[in-house]
Structures are given as structure tokens and as C-alpha cells.
């Protein structure tokens, strides 16, 4: 007797891979020309396929926007949820998470651009389950930040206000990173743990300060 490996079947995992071939594509062009000025059948002509062939698997353009809207938010918060399950400090958790999502947020570069430039042609109902997502990420963020507020080891009026400036500070990483450029992937999320430490952990105790606003002691 033959047996079974569990998981998804042969046909499945085709289907999926075809999907995220399509997905993929759609998102080079989108990310070049735009989600207007893109059309199926130019999808169809990079993959060399038949335009039924992809509406085999997409009704249409908008739900393949959709699908990739949904890249970057369902990475994250799946990435979250993992550091969340690992032991150490709130402060460890939150450089862990920053490491983790802000890694996705690069690897998934188009993906982030395409949605957050585009959001705009989402159908409605689509648009507000990716920020229903993105809710949650901000939700699950700010409890990571009360948390370590409440024992002393943060310093912040709002963890809210905070954990929403905190996913800005990443995903807007996706705008302006350049592959090869000036900054290196392991700079800029050394660069983002740095700031993000600077924004939540207590701040340091001056003692006096002359007119301009310079301290009149060193640091202790």
C-alpha cells in the first residue's frame, strides 16, 4: 500500500503556483505602467499565454490587484504573530518584529508600492479587508507597546498613535530602497531598530539647559 503524503495535492499546488506567476507579472507591469495602463492581455503577452488562461484563474484585474494588496499585510502578520511566540523582553519582541516585517517589506517591494499607489482602484469591499488587515497589525503592535509600558520598560504617551507611526517608518522603506544602493538591507534595518529605540525606550535625564536649547551637562 502506497502511502499518502499529507498537504496540498499536485493539482493544487500547480494552480497555486500558476496564480503567483500571474500575480507576480500583473505587479511588474503594474509597478511600471500603472494599474490604468495595464491591461490583461499585456499580462498575457509577458507570461506568453492566452488571456483565457488568465481568466482561468483572475475574474478579473481588480482581483488580481487585490491579491497582491494582501502580499505584504498577510506576510507581516503572520511574521508577527511567530515573534510574539518567542520568549525574551518587549523590547526583544519589537526589534525582532521590526527585523522580520521590515525584511518582508523589501523582498516584497513591488508588491508594497503597487498597493499602497493604487489602493485606489481597489473595489471597496477588497480595500477594506487589506485595511482591516492593516488595522489588525497596527492593534497587535500597540499591545506589544502597552505591554512594555506598563512594566517600565517603554516610555510613550500613546501606543497607538506610536505603533502606527512605527509600520509608517517601515513600509515606507518599500518607497525609496534601491537593490545595490547606497544602503545595504541589514543598514537600513539597523538604522529603523536605532530609530524606533530612540522613540520607545526611556529617554535619558539632562540636567539644566542654556538659551538655545543646549544642555549644560553631559549625558549620565
Known amino acids: 500500500m502506497t502511502a499518502t503524503r499529507p498537504g496540498k495535492s499536485l493539482k493544487a499546488e500547480l494552480a497555486l503556483f500558476k496564480r503567483r506567476r500571474i500575480r507576480d507579472e500583473a505587479s511588474h507591469l503594474f509597478f511600471r505602467s500603472g494599474y490604468e495602463g495595464t491591461t490583461i492581455d499585456a499580462i498575457a503577452e509577458q507570461l506568453q499565454v492566452t488571456k483565457p488562461f488568465i481568466y482561468s484563474y483572475y475574474k478579473n484585474k481588480g482581483e488580481i490587484l487585490y491579491d497582491i494588496a494582501e502580499v505584504g499585510i498577510t506576510l507581516s502578520l503572520e511574521a508577527l504573530e511567530e515573534c510574539l511566540l518567542t520568549k525574551g523582553s518587549s523590547w526583544d519582541q519589537l526589534k525582532l518584529i521590526v527585523n522580520q516585517v521590515a525584511r518582508i517589506i523589501i523582498e516584497n517591494q513591488e508588491h508594497i508600492v503597487v498597493y499602497q499607489r493604487e489602493e485606489k482602484n481597489l473595489e471597496h ?19 506589544i507597546l502597552i505591554q512594555g509600558h506598563s512594566n517600565g520598560q517603554f516610555d ?9 507611526t512605527i509600520g509608517g517608518m517601515m513600509s515606507w522603506v518599500a518607497f525609496w530602497y534601491q537593490p545595490g544602493g547606497r544602503w545595504s538591507e541589514a543598514e537600513i534595518i539597523t ?25 549644560g551637562a553631559t549625558e549620565q
Do not use: C, N, Y
Not at 207 to 212: C, I, M, Y
Open 125 to 143: 469591499t477588497l480595500a477594506r479587508q487589506v485595511r482591516e488587515k492593516r488595522s489588525l497589525f497596527d492593534h497587535r503592535l500597540a499591545e
Open 156 to 164: 510613550i504617551e500613546d501606543p497607538v498613535l506610536t505603533a502606527t
Open 191 to 215: 538604522h529603523l531598530i536605532r530609530s524606533i529605540e530612540r522613540l520607545v525606550l526611556p529617554r535619558p535625564r539632562f540636567a539644566g539647559t542654556h538659551v538655545g536649547g543646549k544642555s
